[in-house]
């Protein structure tokens, strides 16, 4: 079957670091996106990981290693606007599908 | 980049009548756009997929007889949501895929239309 975990809430400061896991079992992997998605909105695309290791893109970075089936996104120097969920998708299949985690709401405070 | 709409934003209708929405790529070719639906505070769950020009392939538990999918040409789907009922009421969001040029190549997702049955 295909699972994908994330913690479902975390709570983090403003200016601090955060690391939101995501595990995975599928049948098939051709990569690993995160995305954000605020309250009655659409995703946006964050990163993209399809070899083992780390991508930096400002101040988020996601990780990947596909031998222990994990990945996590990083978001430093945390901004109240970033406040969201944050889902996790494996790209397994044909046709460019992707199976989405439950996603991780996370809530930044002063 | 590039940019997948959707129409309407909201819609609001009595049980039993369908509903019809439309999702677009404005600046690309969508070979292949996707339908999802999304509960509150749930994640996507993935309706279906849909071809240009072929059958919709459907995920399991979704009623292919309820959820019509047509995908006519390469900028446009629509989802009909037949004899709706409160239950059906969800935030749905389409998104559509380029063909593959590269391995990093996403999907776009529209904003999304938020329909509630009375």
């Known amino acids: 079957g295909q699972n994908i975990d994330q913690p479902t809430e975390m709570t983090a400061t403003e200016g601090a670091i955060v690391q939101i896991n995501c595990t995975y079992q599928t049948s098939g992997f051709n990569g690993l996106f995160w995305y954000q998605q605020h309250a009655g909105e659409a995703p946006t695309f964050l990163s993209y990981?399809?070899?083992?290791g780390l991508e930096e893109k400002g101040r988020f970075s996601s990780f990947l290693s596909r031998s222990k089936g994990y990945s996590y996104l990083l978001l430093k120097e945390l901004q109240m606007k970033d406040s969201a969920s944050y889902l996790c998708a494996v790209r397994a299949g044909g046709y460019n599908k992707l199976i989405f985690g439950a996603g991780t709401r996370l809530a930044v405070h002063p | 980049g590039a940019v997948v709409s959707q129409h309407p934003s909201r819609v609001i209708c009595k049980s039993g009548t369908s509903v019809k929405i439309e999702c677009r790529s404005l600046d690309f070719q969508a070979t292949t756009m996707f339908w999802y639906r999304q509960f509150p505070k749930q994640s996507l769950m993935l309706m279906a997929t849909?071809?240009?020009?072929?059958?919709?392939?459907?995920e399991q538990g979704v009623e292919k007889d309820k959820f019509l999918i047509n995908h006519a040409s390469l900028t446009l789907s629509t989802l009909t949501v037949t004899s709706a009922h409160p239950e059906d009421s969800s935030f749905y969001i389409c998104s559509a895929s380029p063909p593959l040029q590269s391995v990093a190549d996403t999907q776009y997702f529209g904003p999304g239309t938020r329909l509630t049955v009375l």
């Open positions: 990981n399809v070899l083992d």
């Open positions: 849909s071809n240009e020009g072929s059958k919709a392939t459907y």
